[in-house]
Every structure is written in C-alpha cells, then in structure tokens.
C-alpha cells in the first residue's frame, strides 16, 4: 500500500528554521511530481512548492519565495523542505503528495497520493 509519512515539525520561534521530510513506501518518488502543501488555522489548504518530474524545475508560492526549498533524495525515495526565516503566518499542517504528472503542480485535485500532515507551530 502506497504510503508518504511527514516528519520534522514542531515549535519553532519566528525567525527559525525547520527540516520537513515526506517518506515514501510502496511508491518510487522517481516516477512523480512532488509537491508540498499547507493548511493554516482557518484558512484553505494551499499549494506552496513542488518539482516537476520532467524538468526538475522547483517553484515556490509567493508567500515562501526565498525561505523555502524544497528538494528530493530519488536514492533515499524522501522529499524535503527547508523551512528558514519562518513566520508566524508560516503556522499550519505541512503536507506532501505527489501525482505521476510530469510538470510541477499545486493542484489539489492531481495528487494521487498524500500524507497525513505534521504540525508547523512559529511562535515566542
């Protein structure tokens, strides 16, 4: 069974920095689009990173733009995000998910596959 677990979340102070990581079994990461999604208190999920299977190309929501980076281990089948300079506004659920698509997405509808989120808190 197909299965991505996040880990790497917690308190942090504003300002700080935190390691995401998205393991994956019963899937290969090579063969998909990765992407990393987040979910604030009272807000909609939203997209905010991903890279493209083709052309490994990665792309940022404005709102991350220069703090984050997401990158993937193909050796390791893991996905990373590097969380720097973080807010409070950066509070919410971290997701991963992937889809076979080969271009870059945030679309919630294209992921075939999702874990189960872990808790971002940036606080004092």
């Known amino acids: 069974q197909p299965e991505l677990v996040e880990s790497g979340g917690g308190l942090v102070q504003p300002g700080g920095s935190l390691r995401l990581s998205c393991a994956a079994s019963g899937l290969r990461l090579d063969y998909y689009t990765i992407s990393w999604f987040r979910q604030g208190p009272g807000k909609e999920r939203e997209g905010i990173s991903c890279?493209?299977?083709?052309?490994?190309?990665?792309r940022y929501a404005d709102s991350v733009k220069g703090r984050f980076t997401i990158s993937r281990d193909n050796g390791k089948n893991t996905m990373t995000l590097q969380m720097d300079s973080l807010k409070p506004e950066d509070t919410g659920v971290y997701y991963c998910?992937?889809?076979?698509?080969?271009?870059?997405?945030?679309?919630?509808?294209?992921?075939?596959?999702w874990g189960k989120g872990t808790l971002v808190t940036v606080s004092s």
């Open positions: 890279i493209g299977l083709t052309d490994g190309v990665a």
């Open positions: 998910a992937v889809t076979p698509q080969n271009m870059c997405s945030t679309y919630e509808h294209a992921m075939t596959h």
